[in-house]
């Protein structure tokens, strides 16, 4: 079963806007991993944010973590055309196993 | 090139017949997974392999075979395909386990008819 469920599926704003999508869990989790993937290529990685943390920024991409709501939220920050992508979150709980969502659709209109 | 390539991109084979997918990375990474990625179940752990010759079941092992012999190649095999098994089929690798970034592959685009 899964662990990590993004909502919503599906996102659709103007370019400029920020995105923001989530992701809940059920289990205690290490760590929680962002990837991207674009329609018809593999995921590539975004940010890893460490259960130990709160927060944590790369450029346009703001991650927050709240183990005790066991939730993260990805915030895309002034949204391009190019952002125009699904969105996983990965959660890896004991024996170091990763588990994907299902993903947040964020269609970015240019 | 660098990177993890998978081969081939497309694939029809028809119900019952054996089908290879290939996949190779040339960063020596030591883990190595395959998934499956299907509307409504987003990526489902087939294998994964922790280095040359040592391999484990993922979430979703039956019907599904793979190999290590080498560190860089990681082939799955459907030994009878079935249309349950038409999916896209993703390669990924990474240093370690855990915390650490998966370097995905293209995907294989397999239907069974």
């Known amino acids: 079963s899964q662990q990590g469920e993004e909502d919503p599926q599906a996102l659709s704003i103007q370019e400029g806007e920020n995105a923001t999508m989530n992701c809940s869990y059920k289990?205690?989790?290490?760590?929680l991993q962002w990837y991207r993937q674009n329609s018809g290529r593999g995921l590539v990685h975004l940010i890893l944010?460490?259960?130990?943390?709160r927060e944590k920024h790369s450029g346009r991409l703001r991650v927050t973590l709240d183990t005790s709501k066991k939730s993260s939220s990805l915030l895309i920050t002034a949204s391009r055309a190019a952002d125009t992508a699904s969105y996983f979150c990965?959660?890896?709980?004991?024996?170091?196993?990763?588990?994907f969502g299902t993903g947040t659709k964020l269609q970015v209109i240019p | 090139d660098a990177g993890i390539t998978q081969s081939p991109r497309y694939k029809i084979t028809e119900t019952g017949r054996q089908v290879t997918l290939m996949c190779h990375q040339t960063?020596?990474?030591?883990?190595m997974f395959w998934y499956r990625q299907d509307l409504g179940h987003g990526l489902r752990l087939i294998y994964y392999?922790?280095?040359?010759?040592?391999?484990d079941k993922g979430e979703v092992p039956d019907g599904y075979v793979v190999s290590r012999s080498k560190t860089e190649n990681f082939p799955l095999t459907l030994e009878s395909a079935t249309r349950s098994q038409t999916s896209v089929y993703f390669c990924?690798?990474?240093?370690?386990?855990?915390?650490?970034?998966?370097?995905f592959g293209p995907g294989t685009r397999l239907t069974v008819t």
């Open positions: 990924a690798s990474s240093a370690r386990r855990g915390a650490y970034e998966q370097y």
């Open positions: 289990t205690s989790i290490n760590n």
């Open positions: 944010i460490r259960s130990n943390e």
């Open positions: 990965a959660t890896e709980g004991g024996y170091q196993k990763v588990t």
């Open positions: 960063w020596s990474h030591s883990y």
């Open positions: 392999s922790a280095a040359a010759d040592i391999t």
